[in-house]
């Protein structure tokens, strides 16, 4: 199987199921399942997806169908399409929904909260479900709806456990999803200094909910605004926004149709080199609230750290929250960080098979982690990181306080560990 995480695509998996079907619940119920936990593989954009001896469920091969209900705007997606094929498939009735910085991603990046350059206007990917099919770590089947006021505990229970702790308790196979008109954008992208970088961050924490930044940092800094295009005045906002930083020409601000055409951040250097040597990566996402006075030491810091980062692959780099999630409830969700502004993620990157490489870059990647953590102290648990040694830690920071009821949840729904450790 081909999957576009290099580090997973070069790991020699036990095998690969790829029907979701009854065999595969006689499986899971009759424990069947050897080595565990059952890997599970959407879009295949992360290392956890599959690994060395395991088996990965590829759903690629069977989760295919999307329909949309035009009389409804709500879509039915199977857990085997990208974000790209759902933009796809919407763009054809003028509707959109809250994808990423990349289309290659799949239903993880929904299951995992989903966190777009549009949150801080339109929510969360996970914040536009309405209803989740699954088949728990037991092998039996549900189907859950979005609980309204009056359901009861069972109900909101249930689905706060699978809106953003899923892939623990479960595999879902299809996701009803609440889509919205397609929205004109602007965007501006830049290389910009380190002082313009600090500039950015403290002045877009009072941007308003209809623009975002994003930035990456490697061997340059990458910065990246976007305006949700609302009215004729959207273009000379996102102009005076950045104005106040560098001067720029108001060509530089770009007018595209809707997410589908955002260009990428960073040009994918996590996964590929310009020579032809597979780079292998891990990411870490955490979060946190606004960096306000700190943000120029924190600055200061991360480019001591990014002077030294042991492969010119590891980048540090952000999403802007904030706006409408601080708005709105997330008490219905298992994306406990309620407060968040920033998603920092930090990617350590070494070439294949180099053993030290791997080790340093990870080592790397703790340090900025450690460096970040005052400011930062959530973890977005877009990636999983079962095999390392800080596991136990990223499930407790992303979690918090309801991890011990999610623990007894997994102790119903998957009793034999049959799916990632929790
Ligand atoms: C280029 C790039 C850009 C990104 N941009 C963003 C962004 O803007 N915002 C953001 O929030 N995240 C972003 N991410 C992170 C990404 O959304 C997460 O890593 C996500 O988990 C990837 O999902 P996937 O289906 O593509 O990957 P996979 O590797 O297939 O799956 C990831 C994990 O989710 C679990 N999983 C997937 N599908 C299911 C299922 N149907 N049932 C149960 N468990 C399942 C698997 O166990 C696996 O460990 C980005 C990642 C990349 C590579």
């Given amino acids: 199987m081909s999957i576009p995480n290099y580090l997973a695509d070069d790991s020699e998996i036990a095998g690969a199921i790829t029907r ?29 997806c599959a690994a060395d001896g395991h088996w990965t469920l590829d ?12 009389n409804e705007n709500v879509v039915e997606l199977g857990a085997g399409l990208t974000m790209k094929v759902l933009l796809g498939e919407l763009l054809k009735y003028k509707r959109s929904f809250p994808t990423g910085l990349s289309g290659e991603t799949g239903m993880g990046y929904i299951l995992s909260g989903g966190i777009s350059p549009l949150s801080r206007c339109q929510g969360l990917a996970i914040d536009q479900t309405l209803e989740i099919n699954g088949i728990w770590g037991t092998g039996e089947s549900f189907t859950f709806s979005k609980p309204n006021q009056s359901a009861d505990l069972f109900e909101k229970k249930h689905w706060k456990a699978l809106c953003g702790a899923a892939p623990f308790l479960a595999i879902i196979t299809s ?3 609440k889509t919205l008109p397609l929205q004109p954008i602007y965007f501006w992208k830049s290389k910009v200094t380190q002082k313009e970088l600090s500039k950015l961050i403290s002045d877009s924490e009072k941007w308003p909910s209809s623009a975002s930044l994003q930035w990456s940092w490697g061997s340059e800094i990458t910065a990246y605004a976007v305006m949700v295009n609302s009215n004729n005045s959207s273009k000379d906002s996102l102009s ?30 996590s996964n590929k080199s310009k020579i032809s ?42 999403q802007q929250l904030g706006g409408f999630n601080e708005q709105n409830s997330l008490e219905s969700f298992s994306f406990i960080d309620k407060n968040a502004m920033w ?16 080790v340093e870059s990870i080592k790397w990647l703790k340090d900025v982690w450690e460096t970040l953590e005052a400011n930062c102290p959530g973890v977005h648990l877009a990636q999983m990181h079962q095999h390392l040694d800080w596991h136990q830690k990223e499930i407790k920071s992303a979690f918090g306080e309801w991890l011990p009821e999610l623990q007894d949840l997994k102790s119903i729904y998957d009793p034999n560990g049959l799916l990632p450790a929790l």
């Fill in 20 to 48: 979701v079907d009854e065999s595969l619940q006689r499986l899971l119920k009759e424990k069947q399942l050897e080595p565990k936990p059952l890997l599970v593989c959407s879009g295949g954009t992360s290392t956890r």
């Fill in 59 to 70: 759903l690629r091969k069977c989760c295919k169908e999307i329909i949309f209900q035009p």
């Fill in 175 to 177: 996701l009803k999803l």
């Fill in 240 to 269: 005076r926004l950045i104005k106040s930083v560098r001067a720029i020409d108001d060509e530089e601000i770009i007018p595209i149709n809707g997410l589908h055409m955002l260009p990428n951040l960073i040009s994918e250097v």
């Fill in 277 to 318: 040597i597979r780079i292998h990566s891990e990411v870490l996402g955490i979060l946190g609230p606004e960096w306000g006075d700190y943000c120029e030491d924190i600055i200061k810091s991360l480019s001591s750290l990014i002077k030294n980062r042991p492969h010119p692959n590891c980048t540090i780099s952000s």
């Fill in 343 to 358: 998603k920092p993620w930090i990617t350590a990157s070494w070439e294949k098979n180099d053993v030290k490489g791997r």
